[in-house]
């Protein structure tokens, strides 16, 4: 196992060919996939064939920045993942102008039986603090439909500030009715 990240109680580590069943277990609860495309389960052809190969290239593409599984600790269960990597890879970011050179993007998929223990907190305040005082990050930003109220309150407890609103095209997301979001962001020296 490739250890990125340890937390009192995660792992983040490098996901593998061999985590397919877990994407597809996380990406098949409709709740887990509401904010993100409207609650349809990814298909496994696609986890298999597109997303996983994708996340898997980052690690050569961006030494210590990609995609991470996460596993709780104490039980050994994947329980969802992390994203931390250049904001410039993501695509819906780009076309509205929501991206600075030099940014990293945060973000994260959880299942539900991880919700409300704290995970998010812990995995993003982690990766923050790991980016400013070890990979020379500069700033971190995060994305989020306004109407996800608990991602939000991680961003807000994590120490990052609202920066502005937007929406999301209908092309972008076209299965989810209530496209407004939000912009986080914070800087290595207000953070550290």
Not at 28 to 40: A, E, H, K, L, Y
Not at 174 to 191: D, F
Request: hydrophobic share 40%; aromatic share 14%.
């Amino acid at each position: 196992m490739n250890i990125f990240l340890e937390t009192e109680r995660l792992i983040l580590r490098q996901f593998t060919s061999a985590d397919v069943e877990n994407l597809v277990l996380l990406d098949s609860d409709r709740q887990v996939m509401r904010f993100i495309n409207g609650g349809t389960p990814t298909p496994t052809e696609v986890i298999q064939n597109q997303l996983l190969p994708k996340i898997l290239s980052y690690y050569a593409k961006y030494p210590h920045f990609g995609f991470w599984a996460v596993d709780e600790k104490m039980s050994q269960e994947f329980i969802g993942w992390f994203h931390f990597y250049p904001a410039i890879e993501n695509q819906f970011a780009v076309e509205l102008n929501l991206v600075t050179p030099g940014e990293i993007a945060l973000g994260y998929r959880l299942r539900q039986g991880a919700w409300g223990k704290g995970y998010g907190t812990e995995g993003s305040k982690a990766l923050i603090h790991k980016g400013f005082t070890e990979l020379q990050v500069q700033r971190v930003v995060v994305w989020a439909l306004a109407e996800n109220l608990a991602s939000i309150r991680v961003m807000q407890k994590v120490g990052l500030q609202f920066e502005r609103a937007f929406s999301f095209t209908e092309q972008q997301l076209p299965n989810v009715s209530q496209r407004q979001a939000v912009k986080y962001g914070v800087m290595s020296p207000i953070y550290c």
